[in-house]
């Protein structure tokens, strides 16, 4: 009885051409030592051979010069999987059949790249025992962040705090983010007659964003982003008050980690463009020091860097791949 039909139809997806000049690999398996079913292991002998042409390496038949050895050793629920060959041995675990899969590509990865197990885990080779915490069946995420900003010609002489939090869902190369933020600062400024005045500034905001992913499959990654929103913004001065809302666009760029697993951390750095001009109120309760030649009107874009956690509620969603 075949108990892994979806090995040999991976096979057919893990398959790529071979790059020209790509090392030359053969596998086999040690049939004496391997202890799946002979239907189930000519399904993983195909499955190993097209993990090593996804990683790069051109597969031919064995025996060959660089011949790696595959071996499969049941026990239990679980299978402990080995392939040893030139350039070394991996071993791994796999909870079930199903897995083993997405263990030969990280094990064909490491070896072909010379690089530790570990950093051959991508978004879509990840295992079960490794989901740390546990990966749901969707990339529904909620997110809060927090950082510095800058508001052109309106910040006190202070550093604004920005608070942001949202949903984001996620595929491979996109994502889809609906976020709001508040963005504040109070500072004391002293005028021309030596008085003391207190300014403050705050910028709210609600909006949605689209990200490319730059490297879809691995478990970080550099992303970009554009968004649209409303916002509106406020700034008390020593020469009045400035104001007004409308929409505004961002431009984003970012890193995010963690992607294989339900837990995220994330750097973003946003450019806040509104398409409106606050303007001034000469007549306010704080112009007390108001200057003659203080523009009736400023653009004031702002950039934000924040720093942001998230995390994905099971059950939600699905997966889209």
């Given at each position: ?195 003391d005045v207190d300014e403050s500034f705050v910028s709210g905001g609600i909006g949605i964003a689209g990200f490319w992913y730059a490297d879809e499959e691995a478990n970080h ?70 200057s003659a030649d203080a523009p009736d009107a400023r653009y004031a874009p702002m950039v934000l860097l924040k720093v942001g956690v998230g995390w994905g509620p099971r059950g ?6």
């Open positions: 009885m075949n108990r892994i039909p979806s090995l040999t139809a991976l096979a057919a997806l893990l398959s790529v051409p071979a790059l020209a000049g790509a090392e030359s690999v053969c596998v086999q398996i040690d049939e004496k030592a391997d202890s799946l079913e002979e239907a189930d292991r000519r399904g993983a002998l195909t499955v190993a051979r097209a993990a090593f042409s996804k990683a790069g390496a051109e597969v031919v038949d064995s025996p060959c010069e660089n011949q790696y050895t595959l071996t499969n050793s049941k026990l239990g629920d679980s299978i402990f999987v080995t392939l040893t060959g030139p350039k070394g041995q991996r071993d791994a675990k796999a909870v079930k059949v199903d897995e083993l899969g997405d263990l030969y590509q990280q094990m064909a990865k490491s070896l072909i790249e010379g690089v530790p197990m570990g950093d051959a885990v991508g978004r879509n080779n990840v295992t079960s025992r490794q989901q740390n915490p546990k990966r749901m069946t969707a990339d529904s995420i909620y997110w809060f962040g927090l950082g510095p900003a800058y508001a052109m010609g309106l910040t006190p002489n202070t550093v604004p705090l920005h608070l942001t939090g949202g949903w984001r869902y996620e595929l491979d190369m996109f994502g889809l983010e609906v976020n709001m933020g508040l963005t504040f600062a109070s500072a004391q400024e002293t005028t021309a007659a030596g008085e990654s550099p992303y970009f982003g554009v968004g649209l929103g409303w916002s509106g913004t406020a700034a008390d001065t020593i020469d009045g008050t400035y104001a007004n809302n409308g929409m505004h666009g961002v431009l984003s760029a970012g890193f995010e980690m963690l992607r294989a697993s339900t837990m995220r951390a994330f750097v973003q750095l946003d450019a806040q463009l509104p398409m409106y001009q606050v303007e001034l109120d000469r007549d306010g309760l704080f112009a007390v020091d108001a939600v969603g699905f997966r889209a791949w």
